[in-house]
């Protein structure tokens, strides 16, 4: 996809199992394509979307990424 990822550590707050959580910006015509790569990774992962996000700082814009996620 062309992305980084931040991964940092993390504990549940009610398990209190220590986790790996990661953070990864990525575009509308994206989605899918993480989606599916994280269910391929992990079945039981915790995924939250977050739509309408501001982000500051380097995003680089992707050419031709429309016709790429068709």
Not at 7 to 26: F, H, L, P, Q
Not at 57 to 62: A, I, M, Q, S, V
């Amino acid at each position: 996809m062309g992305r980084g990822v931040t991964v940092w550590d993390g504990t549940g707050g009610y398990s209190g199992r220590r986790k790996e959580v990661m953070m990864v910006a990525i575009t509308r015509g994206q989605y899918g394509h993480l989606k599916k790569q994280v269910q391929g990774c992990d079945e039981q992962a915790f995924v939250i979307f977050f739509d309408h996000v501001r982000i500051s700082g380097y995003f680089p814009k992707l050419i031709n990424e429309k016709r790429k996620n068709r």
